[in-house]
């Protein structure tokens, strides 16, 4: 389904992604007082499409948050909503901004599915280690006869010298 993108004057824009594993809403701009009632009257009405569904928060597009604003977001985080942001840097920003937990989208607070890339270097060097030792034992184990050339046919021969 199409994003449904909703402006209001002062800078503050929200979008609602209603996909089938969770409802998305993308903030962008100065949550204030003033943008607080509407944004909590659109999270009420989609509250019925919502369902059974993770409520997903990306604050990664906003650049300030007043009181009433974080008030919002925490009341919003008890009912559920996980807070997200697109980047660790910008998790940091918004969780001095917000007051509130944000994970960074994709992962879950605190875990990671991911190696850190010493790790997977390290791992990665260690099998091409073990694979380039195998080919060498393979190829020791390979008896001399094996290695000659292979016979060569006469194609005039076998087609009757046709060719």
């Given at each position: 389904?199409?994003?449904?993108?909703?402006?209001?004057?002062?800078?503050?824009?929200?979008?609602?992604?209603d996909?089938?594993?969770?409802?998305?809403?993308?903030?962008?701009?100065?949550?204030?007082?003033?943008?607080?009632?509407?944004?909590?009257?659109?999270?009420?009405?989609?509250?019925?499409?919502i369902?059974?569904?993770?409520?997903?928060?990306?604050?990664?597009?906003?650049?300030?948050?007043?009181?009433?604003?974080?008030?919002?977001?925490?009341?919003?985080?008890?009912?559920?909503?996980q807070?997200?942001?697109?980047?660790?840097?910008?998790?940091?920003?918004?969780?001095?901004?917000?007051?509130?937990?944000?994970?960074?989208?994709?992962t879950?607070?605190?875990?990671?599915?991911?190696?850190?890339?010493?790790?997977?270097?390290?791992?990665?060097?260690?099998?091409?280690?073990?694979?380039?030792?195998?080919?060498?034992?393979?190829?020791?184990?390979?008896?001399?006869?094996?290695?000659?050339?292979?016979?060569?046919?006469?194609?005039?021969?076998?087609?009757?010298?046709?060719?």
């Amino acid at each position: 389904m199409k994003p449904a993108l909703h402006t209001k004057s002062g800078g503050f824009v929200y979008y609602m992604h209603d996909a089938s594993a969770a409802f998305r809403f993308q903030l962008s701009g100065d949550l204030s007082r003033e943008r607080t009632q509407d944004l909590e009257q659109a999270r009420q009405t989609a509250s019925s499409v919502i369902g059974r569904r993770r409520l997903i928060v990306d604050l990664s597009g906003l650049a300030s948050i007043d009181a009433a604003g974080r008030k919002l977001l925490k009341e919003w985080q008890v009912l559920g909503a996980q807070m997200t942001v697109s980047s660790a840097k910008e998790q940091g920003r918004i969780q001095l901004m917000s007051g509130v937990a944000v994970a960074v989208a994709g992962t879950k607070p605190g875990a990671s599915r991911w190696l850190p890339p010493q790790a997977a270097a390290l791992l990665l060097a260690a099998l091409l280690a073990l694979l380039f030792a195998a080919n060498a034992v393979a190829a020791a184990d390979i008896p001399a006869s094996a290695t000659m050339r292979a016979p060569v046919f006469d194609l005039r021969r076998i087609h009757g010298g046709m060719l």
